[in-house]
């Protein structure tokens, strides 16, 4: 199975901030990369998929890129409501496999 | 708006079974496969299974095959997952998501339901 590597596992910040979450595939994949949001006793969001192609209704300051094996989520200006788990996922190669999850925490 | 709405979570004895369900709204059910994943308490997501959207292809990850079976009735717009020969690693709240793209089964979950708790237990 294709391990998709998370770091950090949390991190702390500041609304306004800019915070970088990386997923490092195991292997070669396509671009077949997914983001998701999860709120504490809620279910997953659909963040992001295809590496960078935004959900609809999704903020503009989610973004998504790659590079080689690497592959980053970045929120900039971070708000009050994106204090949250986020969790990368692969799709590229059966079986589909996610990170173990970033916590973001209010600094 | 598309909805999923889960049940039949409870509480089972390891060994025993349990049956999801999982009730969908909003879209042409019968386009688009649907999947199952869970997450184990304070743990990440685990996809389990997933199936076509006519019901024809099932997919399973390694740790349920044979022991966990995915069905869908289209008529009824609802997904299901028989569980069989549970174990305490089995313990997870488990999620129906909605695959992303038409006629195919990808693995991108573009919806969720808010999930149904399942503990096994003696």
């Known amino acids: 199975d294709i391990q998709m590597t998370q770091s950090p596992s949390s991190l702390s910040a500041s609304v306004g901030d800019r915070v970088t979450i990386t997923c490092r595939a195991s292997q070669v994949i396509n671009s077949w990369v997914a983001w998701y949001q999860q709120k504490p006793g809620k279910a997953p969001k659909s963040l992001i998929y295809?590496?960078?192609t935004l959900e609809g209704g999704v903020p503009s300051r989610f973004s998504g890129s790659s590079s080689g094996t690497d592959f980053t989520l970045t929120i900039n200006s971070l708000q009050a409501e994106d204090f949250a788990t986020y969790y990368c996922?692969?799709?590229?190669?059966?079986?589909?496999?996610f990170g173990q999850g970033t916590k973001v925490e209010i600094k | 708006e598309v909805q999923l709405v889960e049940s039949g979570g409870a509480l089972a004895q390891p060994g025993g079974s349990l049956r999801l369900s999982c009730a969908a709204s909003g879209f042409t059910f019968n386009n688009y496969g649907m999947n199952w994943v869970r997450q184990a308490p304070g743990k990440g997501l685990e996809w389990v299974s997933g199936?076509?959207?006519?019901?024809?292809?099932?997919y399973y990850a390694d740790f349920v095959k044979g022991r966990f079976t995915i069905s869908r009735d289209n008529s009824k717009n609802t997904l299901y997952l028989q569980m069989n020969s549970l174990t305490d690693d089995d313990t997870a709240t488990y999620y129906c998501?909605?695959?992303?793209?038409?006629?195919?089964?990808?693995?991108?979950?573009?919806?969720w339901g808010q999930g149904t708790p399942v503990t096994v237990s003696s």
């Open positions: 996922q692969q799709y590229n190669i059966f079986p589909p496999t």
């Open positions: 199936i076509t959207g006519s019901g024809g292809a099932t």
């Open positions: 998501a909605k695959d992303w793209l038409l006629d195919a089964v990808i693995y991108y979950f573009d919806r």
């Open positions: 295809s590496t960078s």
